[in-house]
């Protein structure tokens, strides 16, 4: 069974990079799509883009300009980094294996924009 | 962009009712539709995907149907363990939008 875990600063300054991290244990990275997911407290989901194992990628439109995601296969793990962040940005944030049809999720990582 | 909507956003029904939930898309998506249980401080749980396939280990009570633009998901006999917000999400194409969630609670 896959797990997923995600690691990273819970507080993130505004106008700075927020970034994290998703280690996969018990399965290897290879020939999967992985995906981060976040929901704002008390918000709805919403998917910010997926990596291949290859290294391909695909990002919302509506955040791809600050979106970044890379993959580390010798780590097993795939990383996400938000640029230029705001309040807004405020949310739980989820690594996940699949692309529109998730199986196996992180626990999630609160992460809080603030000065 | 396709949007997704979903109604109602919220229903509280008793033990036992059948409940139904629409989720809705703003242009045809086949049957490129998932349907996800996140409860009270939990992590987000596939339910059904490709419109009506149950996900290995989920009740059967759980159902979906639809396809195009049209989708429901249907508990046939609410339990308490249900209280939960249910998602819609797309994935013909990206972005893989979710609904805004129906939040099912017990009357």
């Known amino acids: 069974q896959v797990q997923l875990q995600e690691s990273g600063p819970g507080l993130v300054k505004p106008s700075e990079t927020l970034s994290l991290t998703c280690t996969v244990s018990?399965?290897?990275?290879?020939?999967?799509?992985w995906s981060w997911i976040r929901q704002p407290p008390g918000k709805g989901l919403e998917w910010i883009g997926y990596?291949?194992?290859?290294?391909?990628?695909n990002y919302n439109p509506s955040l791809k300009s600050r979106v970044t995601i890379s993959v580390d296969t010798s780590k097993n793990q795939f990383s996400l980094k938000l640029s230029s962040v705001t309040a807004a940005d405020t949310a739980v944030y989820y690594c996940?294996?699949?692309?529109?049809?998730?199986?196996?999720w992180g626990q999630g990582t609160l992460v809080t924009v603030s000065s | 962009d396709i949007q997704m909507t979903q109604s109602p956003s919220s229903l509280s029904a008793s033990v036992g009712d059948r409940v139904t939930i629409t989720c809705r898309a703003s242009?045809?998506?086949?049957?490129?539709l998932a349907w996800y249980q996140q409860k009270p401080g939990k992590v987000p749980k596939l339910l059904i995907y490709?419109?009506?396939t149950l996900q290995s280990g989920v009740p059967s009570r759980f159902s979906g149907s639809g396809s195009g633009t049209d989708f429901t998901l249907t508990i046939s006999s609410l339990q308490p363990e249900d209280v939960a917000t249910y998602y819609c999400?797309?994935?013909?194409?990206?972005?893989?939008?979710f609904g805004p969630g129906t939040k099912v609670d017990i009357k």
């Open positions: 490709a419109a009506s």
């Open positions: 242009q045809g998506i086949s049957n490129y």
């Open positions: 996940a294996r699949g692309t529109g049809v998730v199986e196996s």
């Open positions: 990596i291949y194992y290859s290294g391909s990628t």
């Open positions: 018990g399965g290897s990275i290879s020939s999967y799509y």
């Open positions: 999400q797309k994935y013909n194409s990206a972005p893989f939008t």
